[in-house]
Nanobody, 117 residues
Framework: QVQPVESGGGLVRPGGSLRLSCEAS????????MAWYRRARGKGRELVTA???????KYEDSVKGRFTISRDNAKSTVYLAMNDLEPEDTAVYYC???????????WGQGTQVTVSS
């Protein structure tokens, strides 16, 4: 069973950058479309960006041009580079399989991103 483990969150000022990592160990990782999700306090979980097994990417409009998703199948790892961060990006970030195309794995703990001056 694949178990994603997210890391790289923290506190950053508006306009700053962070790079999140998600290790999802398991021999089947490379076959899955993966996604980054976030849940802000008091809101539901939203899918932010996704990447297919072949590397095709999609972004939610509010992060387009600021966030970049990538993957390293040899390391069973998905990354999220976040630039020009805004207070509205504050949330717990999770990675998992893309729920729009198939079942998800067990959810990890997520990593907190806080954007504040």
């Amino acid at each position: 069973q694949v178990q994603p483990v997210e890391s790289g969150g923290g506190l950053v000022r508006p306009g700053g950058s962070l790079r999140l990592s998600c290790e999802a160990s398991g021999s089947i990782f490379s076959a899955y479309a993966m996604a980054w999700y976030r849940r802000a306090r008091g809101k539901g979980r939203e899918l932010v960006t996704a990447i297919t097994s072949g590397g095709t990417t999609k972004y939610e409009d509010s992060v387009k041009g600021r966030f970049t998703i990538s993957r390293d199948n040899a390391k069973s790892t998905v990354y999220l580079a976040m630039n020009d961060l805004e207070p509205e990006d504050t949330a717990v970030y999770y990675c998992n399989a893309d729920e729009r195309v198939g079942p998800t794995f067990r959810w990890g703990q997520g990593t907190q991103v806080t954007v504040s001056s």
